[in-house]
């Protein structure tokens, strides 16, 4: 059911990438030094949380300053990734460990270069983890819709030199995570489970 849902969200995931005109500046670049960045991606990373339909969906952007990276990490949903600004080297990781404890062997599978209005699929195992560095003089912005509050589940950050995997918990730059007593994230700073936006709201 994936893959025909993707199928499905391909064209108008094509026109977000390929005009300028849907998107505010201020989800296309790095807060400025006085912003309080709610984010933990690191390396002056920001990711702006555009929209979320409770844990279901979310849609946001990724922005790394010119020569910045992210952890290896994954992501536990399905989605795509598409490049929307700057220039990007996406590494692609697969474990080959039996997936348990804390500890995880990951086979390096390809590395490729990335221009605005490329993009690819994420149905996990495939293309699930990777790490992502901006090689192009200004920051890169990628456009990211996946099948759950991405920024808000507890993920993993691997450190394929060291076999180590650890819990990892991104967040949002503009949107704190919140937890209720039952684990899960509930509605904060205006952006509501239940399908509302963030487009608009707030400046850097």
Request: glycine share 10%; with cysteine; charged share 25%.
């Amino acid at each position: 059911a994936v893959p025909a849902l993707l199928d499905a969200l391909e064209p108008a995931f094509e026109s977000l990438l390929a005009n300028d005109d849907w998107l505010p500046e201020q989800y296309r670049r790095l807060p400025d030094e006085h912003y309080d960045n709610k984010g933990e991606m690191g390396d002056d990373i920001a990711q702006w949380l555009l929209y979320r339909e409770g844990s279901r969906l979310a849609l946001f952007t990724l922005v790394l300053p010119e020569g910045a990276s992210t952890p290896v990490h994954d992501h536990l949903a399905w989605g795509m990734v598409g490049l929307h600004g700057g220039r990007q080297r996406e590494t692609f990781y697969r474990r080959v460990d039996d997936g348990e404890g804390e500890r995880a062997e990951l086979e390096a599978v390809r590395s490729e270069e990335m221009s605005c209005g490329d993009y690819y699929r994420l149905v996990p195992p495939e293309n699930d983890i990777h790490s992502v560095e901006t090689v192009s003089r200004e920051p890169s912005v990628s456009v990211q819709p996946l099948g759950a509050d991405a920024g808000c589940v507890e993920r993993h950050a691997y450190s394929p030199g060291k076999s180590a995997v650890n819990p990892f918990d991104p967040g949002y730059t503009n949107v704190e995570c919140e937890v209720d007593g039952s684990g899960h994230d509930h509605e904060d700073m205006g952006v509501h489970a239940g399908g509302d936006h963030a487009l608009g709201e707030g400046s850097a």
